[in-house]
């Protein structure tokens, strides 16, 4: 029973380590060395524009499909609702369409390991993005992925590097590219550890076995096709929101147990897009986004195997 048990608990591991590359669109920490197995974060509301607030839910839970000797296939659901409050909707015209979007997405990751130190892996990113205003068309389904190499380095005074290169089909600002992909995470000793990349970067400080510390900069990125010709000052045109934001804050996180904790997290926009586009991607309304307070965000997580993750020995 405990051989099974260890034998669960390291799969798992590897699951959750392996979908710090899994991204539906650019929404925050894609790309971090201690995923939790589930949470549920809620961002306050933040007014970025004159009479304009947003504020956003997301869930995470993540699970393993299949698990061999050299293939694995890891596998994370999540659900986010972006949620836009116009104030002023009598010189803005209707806003209905542009208020509340959702965001339903599964990410899945194929794994081939060609010796302890090198694996090729690949992700898997189908999304449906909908305000569910006129129903759902095609428009509203799309995918993301990637495929990259990963390098193991062993420090010799116990840690490790993982250096990881390729090319992505991301969207980025409303746009979906080809994306170089270059990604260095590390875990230096038993209090610090970091990531460096896209869509976000952190050093991370385990002070106490139930508090740390994060310095964190990330990309949040959200691109939605609108179901309805929007009515936005008068602009049949519009078919699409953009919005985008580059911001740096700390997190910091306490465990109540060895796998349950509370996450409290301020960030401050330092550069953001909010913008209306036609079909063919040009624009047509342009907001010049001014945020005037920091976001504050508040959340709970699972992590069964947290331990193992923050260890100077690699899974």
């Known amino acids: 029973m405990i ?20 991204n539906a669109q650019v929404t925050g920490e894609v790309n971090v060395m201690d995923n939790d ?50 104030e002023d909707t ?26 302890d130190k090198w694996s090729i892996n690949a992700v898997l990113s189908p999304f449906l993005i909908s305000n569910f205003e006129g129903g759902i068309s095609s428009d509203n389904f799309n995918f993301n992925g990637n495929a990259f190499v990963e390098r193991t380095f062993i420090r010799k005074n116990g840690g490790y590097y993982l250096l990881g290169f390729g090319i992505g089909y991301m969207t980025l600002n409303g746009t979906t590219q080809v994306t170089p992909i270059t990604q260095l995470k590390a875990r230096l000793n038993e209090k610090w550890s970091f990531v460096l990349g896209l869509p976000n970067a952190y050093l991370k400080w385990d002070f106490h076995e139930k508090n740390s510390l994060k310095l964190l900069g990330d990309l949040n990125d959200f691109t939605a096709k609108l179901n309805t010709d929007s009515g936005l000052l008068n602009d049949g045109a519009t078919e699409e929101l953009v919005f985008t934001t580059i911001s740096g804050g700390i997190e910091y996180n306490f465990w109540f147990t060895d796998s349950f904790g509370l996450m409290v997290k301020g960030t401050y926009p330092v550069w953001g897009n909010y913008e209306l586009r036609d079909g ?29 993750q923050n260890s100077l020995r690699k899974p």
């Not at 051989?3 to 899994?22: G, H, K, N």
């Not at 010189?91 to 010796?115: H, M």
């Open 3 to 22: 051989v099974r048990l260890r034998c669960f608990i390291t799969t798992l591991c590897l699951a959750i380590m392996s979908l710090q590359w899994a």
């Open 37 to 86: 197995f589930f949470y549920i974060q809620y961002l306050q509301q933040n007014e970025f524009l004159e009479g304009v607030k947003y504020q956003k839910g997301t869930a995470r839970f993540s699970f393993p499909m299949l698990r061999r000797e050299k293939f694995s296939v890891f596998s994370s659901l999540g659900f986010d609702s972006h949620d836009f409050n116009f």
């Open 90 to 115: 009598q010189t803005l015209g209707s806003t209905n369409d542009l208020e509340r979007f959702y965001n339903a997405n599964i990410s899945t990751v194929l794994q081939y390991k060609l010796s």
């Open 280 to 308: 063919d991607g040009n624009m047509t309304v342009d907001f010049d986004a001014d945020f005037n307070q920091p976001f504050f965000s508040l959340g709970i997580k699972f992590n069964p195997i947290r331990k193992l």
